[in-house]
């Protein structure tokens, strides 16, 4: 039986005190103190829940340890936080039931860098558990760790025969965790997989057993560096950084529809230049590619780097990029979304069971995906509806906490069942 | 007779207490002192000596703030810092000796922020007079400051009949402060103007008695405001202020050239955005244009304009400009050249006398010229020259001390000259 | 019964002499002729036949002219030539028949501006009647006026009770004839309108009942106009009309994105300037926008007008635009889909019945779709297959002559179950 | 003793039939009729009066084709004419005359591509001799051509001591012909040469000793190449020459101005795709650039390669370059200079003598003055003011005929001055 109050504190918990990527050292360390409780067969955290290698969009060192102080300062337990140190966040908790298959549940747990509401109409700030931290949990990752939670207890305490992994995923904001997890080695035995979503402008009650149209995306860090010169007296001995990623704007925008589906190109930040005087020697820029396909998403991260190789020639300066962040495309299978249909159909506090619907926007749960698949596992990603007063990523973004239990409930009847059917 | 050593140990003070533009206020203060000690018939500080609606460039609050404390902390008087606050640095200083023309110095003040050498090549360095305070004397402003003050005491000890001016200037080298300094009022009774540099690559020794073709040039900081829109979900909603900088751009500099002469054109500083999804809703860029001619300042400014405001409105941004520098093109009047040249070829310290050279950068000096001129007086723009062993601009610049005693004595000389003769 | 021999000569005689956009003037009076053989209750020719003021992409008098020569020579009426002089070609026929609906069944009659294949490979080069006019019947709209003169007379063999309408529209393959035509008055009473297409990558003996994501379109030509000036002398003094077009294409290529789907542009043509060294002072541009609905369409075209206007200004140019073709998106009725769907089931010829395809590409079918559907009519967009050795719009491009009859007796069945049915 | 009348005469049948660049075919022969009449040594026309691999802008054959029949039926010597086909116009004549310096005298031959006016205010309209080519001599060189042989005929006659060469060269406008003719060989001798030109906004009985400040200039041709595709259905597989084309011109626009002095650059031609809907797989483009001095020409053009190719190469492009014409600066010597002003100062209807003046724009006599002053050489280029109503290159240019004997004079004296004195 699900304990609503027990997952309404919890993600109370949470919220209050939200962290953004890389930088979920307290989140970590209370979901470790939970698993702890709960009991689980294995436990991995920090570099042995993580490629660590494989990380994108890590922050700087400085910025990494100021969080990880804040995380000590709010009594996180010193010995996980250690483990956790310079960005190694997230956890994988593994429950070993008898002869049965592995079945992995996906949950992010990072919070969003932007203020969150204080207005009285915000529940959070009416009932005293508003961010702390000046991050905030505009996006539900709150209730996605607690349902983690939530339904890691209710399988071990249900007849399922098998083993159960659940994934509590750094970083996924930046898109910068989700490729390092999937390649933690802990997915290779994944049979069946689960990511799951809260709201999506889905009210309570509603469940959509498969979610698609991800947009594959990437995240390129641009740098152009040049020669300065004294604007007045010698431009001509200037290698203009500046003028190199003007040019790079206007052709990156430019790239050609294609006739295969949507994609996207944006130049989201931009720096460059000392003074007004000088031409400019360096320029810095931050810009993504999306595609509905991840081939669509290659085929726009092929043609912007030839823009931008070929902006910083045109100026005599050269260009170095990075991978940022990054998450492919994929699909919800048929087998289950069948089945979450089955279960969510059952349950009684289960008004709506949509069969599919498109995300529109990015997602790293598709590398855990794209690794189970592959391999000819199967997998989903399915959304449990929640009313949210304000959407995605404002600052009067809120779950309701009655879909809470609908979440484990649902995710846990599913998981029971794929074990039984192994379809 | 000029004083060698005073000279030094004042240039010396100066040297290692720069303060960067409309930040000059322990700098002031020791002016101040200086001449209180000399004694002048007339003293104008802070708001008196400036039209402070006039001034460019001027930072924000807590860069003043924190400069002020500075300035206090170093132990400047108390009660001129206080008439200085809020970024109304410099000074007017009057002497009245009889009837006769009234003849204007005018000599800049304010440092570079930049970090000076500590190579023990450089002398300050060795010498122990380096910068205390992170910014730097490196275009001698220092000595400017200097001869300043020992042209006016040895005008007092001499035979001038007439009035003497010394307008020592804040924010040169942002070209922020010529245009309030020329608009304070202090200008419309002076019959011949004097400015003066050192170095410019002449060695100590030589002497340029009039400088021409100083780039008229003109600062503009641009704010481009748009519409933000998830880069993902909704590209169409954004009105992006990135795609409509980057069409200012690359249009800013294919400005047509000039027939009539030299024209520049700069972008130095870019920044825009606030995530690499969001379509980018502001972006700031600093601009200079210029011109050998004012003339061609304000076609280059024209254009300028009319490419910033259509890039905007192409993207459905708005556009807003804001003049952060100013200064015309200049030249030489001939007769006070004719002037400076007889006394220089009379000094037995001069080795070797220019009769003009050209600039090439840009100088508000030229605001102070042009107001003189405009009037029917006449100015010329003197060059004193020192060894440098790093060029200006450079963490190796030093003056040599020994052109400390030449400048003041030309510039007394040709003072006390112009004054008889009323060219 | 429908006549092989028939249809296969007519559609000859009609490969054999094909004539572009407006200039359709043999075909049409072929047409007529074959009409008044048949015998119509009303036949509109020429300026009775479309709106003429509605017209676009119609070209210079003096192209007209030489093509009327031509169809003069070729033999074709003259009474009915007179008619169509000025480029009003196309007609329009209507069968009455009883009581009952009024029907329209809409075919294209142009060919496009290439040379015809000599390859004896090629069926009309071997069998001896290819295109005698250097233009060429390269998308079968050969074929397409050949099934019309069937149907018409198929249908007035039948037992259908009302009204049959078949359009003879021109210059589809500019898309500058289908907006005249639907606003010929000739529509206002239409129930049901079916319009049709040979191919389309689909085989003989199989049809697509209904073809839906027309690409809306909009052709625009543009025209930059600013001041001519020497370019070494005075350079100055031009409004370059070259840099101006420069801007617009950058720019229009970089409108963003629409995440309600598919959207096109694209600048095709390109001729500006007189001489190496003077500054342009004109420029004109052909550029096109397409989205997957008249909206996005609508979409594209208003940012595009922004851009163009925006990058006229920004360097002193006058922009003119103009509209040289148009069409909007269109949607074919489920129920009339399912009609074709039953007629084409029960035909022998028939191997297989797809439901609905996509164009992906653009048609102005879609005008009189649209005229017929805004009333509260049904339409829809056949395509009956046909083998095509080369693709459509290529040099090798052909029809299989066996596709005609099938399409006679899938649109005349239809068109009487239509009647029948009144769906 | 010049004889005026059959200056005038002369030049007013070289007015009557003017021919552009490389189509001098009839001039070629007239001028070589003249020569044989008055008598030279040695006398070299097409191939051997240039180095013809060296032309450059060379018209197509078919264009060239149509000037050589049109020169047949003006009735040009057949003998003549077939030596100059495919485009070898202009000619060399040599006259020795005993022991001395080798002195050359280089005219310009060529006509411009553009309609002569036909007011009644135009003199050459009301006097009869305007141009039937429909071509025009608006710059002069009818002048050029008749005092060339002025000169020669002039010194004849003279006491002339040493080698003249009268180097008439074709295809000046498009600064295509001077190359070819410095690379002739005829050059290898010259120790002094002296170029002409009329007007210049100089009045009659005005002459300038030293034209300066040549503009040297290179025309580039520009091809880019990419691959076609349907912009609605396929754009992703289009490299779009009309985008390559765009991107390049916005660059070499903003090639960075340069401190040693003033640069020019201009795209004059533009001219792209094949129709609306096509992504374009080609795009040709002409263009500029000039510098005050060669070496800034040079930057002008290795700045505008590297924008070309990296255009190019951003939209999956290939470039191509070919040089359609060129001229380097040049300077005339004093030496030279100063010996004009003398010749011209003892002619009494040179009212003013000048000594130096700019010309601003570009000229290929620069070619052989700089191939006489490599080898050591003197070379000067010499204006001979006349009154012309329009200016140059416009409909109603015309040259004052009084200024036909000056010139004569002026040159023949200098030359027969430079035997003498051998400077």
């Not at 042995?48 to 337990?77: F, H, I, K, Q």
């Not at 079945?103 to 207005?119: K, Q, Y």
């Not at 996605?144 to 970083?171: C, M, N, R, W, Y």
């Not at 991260?301 to 190789?309: C, F, L, P, W």
């Amino acid at each position: 039986m699900v304990d609503r109050d027990r997952l309404v504190s919890l993600r109370r918990a949470f919220h209050r005190q939200p962290e953004p990527a890389w930088r979920e050292y307290w989140t970590t360390a209370r979901i470790v103190e939970e698993l702890e409780t709960i009991g689980v067969d294995e436990l991995y955290v920090g570099p042995d829940a993580l490629n660590t290698d494989e990380r994108m969009a890590v922050p700087p060192a400085a910025e990494l340890e100021s969080w990880y102080e804040r995380a000590l300062d709010a009594g996180a337990d010193e010995d996980v936080l250690e483990q956790l140190r310079g960005g190694h966040t997230g956890a994988v908790a593994v429950v070993e039931q008898g002869a049965g298959p592995t079945v992995g549940l996906r949950v992010d747990i990072d919070g969003l860098p932007r203020e969150e509401s204080t207005d009285e109409a915000h529940e959070p700030a009416a009932a005293g558990f508003r961010s702390g931290t000046g991050a905030m949990h505009a996006c539900g990752h709150d209730g996605h760790a607690t349902i983690g939670l939530g339904v890691l207890e209710a399988v071990t305490e249900s007849d399922f025969a098998g083993t159960l992994k659940v994934f509590f995923q750094p970083a996924e904001e930046v898109v910068g965790g989700g490729k390092a997890m999937a390649k933690s080695g802990h997915l290779d035995d994944v049979d069946y997989l689960f990511a799951l979503h809260l709201g999506l402008d889905h009210p309570t009650g509603e469940v959509v057993c498969g979610i698609d149209e991800f947009l594959a995306v990437k995240h390129i860090d641009v740098r152009f560096t040049g020669e300065p010169a004294h604007a007045g007296a010698k431009p001509e001995e200037g290698e203009n950084a500046v003028q190199a990623v003007a040019s790079a704007i206007q052709n990156l925008y430019a790239i050609p529809r294609h006739s295969d589906g949507a994609t996207r190109v944006n130049v989201g930040r931009l720096e460059a230049g000392n003074a007004t005087n000088i031409v400019a020697e360096a320029a810095a820029m931050e810009c993504e590619v999306r595609g509905v396909t991840t081939k669509l998403k290659d085929y726009m991260d092929e043609r912007a780097h030839r823009v931008i190789e070929n902006a910083a020639a045109m100026h005599g300066c050269e260009s170095e990029t990075s991978v940022a962040g990054e998450a492919p495309s994929a699909r919800s299978d048929d087998e289950l979304v069948d089945l979450v249909g089955r279960t969510a159909g059952g349950n009684a506090d289960v008004e709506r069971v949509v069969d599919r619907d498109a995300l529109g926007g990015s997602e790293d749960a598709t590398f855990l995906m794209q690794a189970v698949q592959q391999r000819g596992g199967l997998a989903a990603y399915v959304c449990v509806g929640t009313d949210h007063p304000g959407g995605h990523h404002t600052a009067t973004f809120d779950v309701d906490e009655d879909s809470l239990p609908i979440g484990v409930d649902v995710l846990a009847g599913t998981i029971e069942a794929v074990a039984d059917e192994r379809p």
